[in-house]
């Protein structure tokens, strides 16, 4: 069984910075990919970034420049730095993970539950 636990959101006031973190835990034999999506109330979920393990982060263009995705290989945690908030970051963001388990190399997408991050004054 694998867990993929988000945390880190909250409420803050535009301009203001959060930082996410995704920990994996579990019979994780390998991390392939992972990333970071949101979803607004009445929207479809969207990538926010998404980082190959040992390669390049990708980032949506709306996030570009402001948010910064890192990776801590050795404790399966990944961190979403989000600076200058602006109230359309509001959303339920959810870490995402591309993984295989102990004992075999097919890889399987597991999703967390999601934090939410409210942006308003």
């Known amino acids: 069984q694998v867990h993929l636990l988000e945390s880190g959101g909250a409420l803050v006031q535009p301009g203001g910075s959060l930082r996410l973190s995704c920990a994996a835990s579990g019979s994780i034999a390998s991390i392939y990919v992972m990333g970071w999506y949101r979803q607004a109330p009445g929207k479809q979920r969207e990538l926010v970034a998404v980082?190959?393990?040992?390669?390049?982060?990708t980032y949506a263009g709306s996030v570009k420049g402001r948010f910064t995705i890192s990776t801590d290989n050795a404790r399966n945690t990944q961190y979403l730095q989000m600076n200058n908030l602006k109230p359309e970051d509001t959303a339920v963001y959810y870490c995402?993970?591309?993984?295989?388990?102990?004992?075999?190399?097919?890889?399987?997408?597991?999703w967390g539950r999601g934090t939410q991050v409210n942006v308003s004054s």
């Open positions: 980082m190959p393990t040992g390669g390049i982060p």
């Open positions: 995402n993970a591309a993984l295989s388990l102990v004992g075999s190399r097919i890889p399987h997408n597991y």
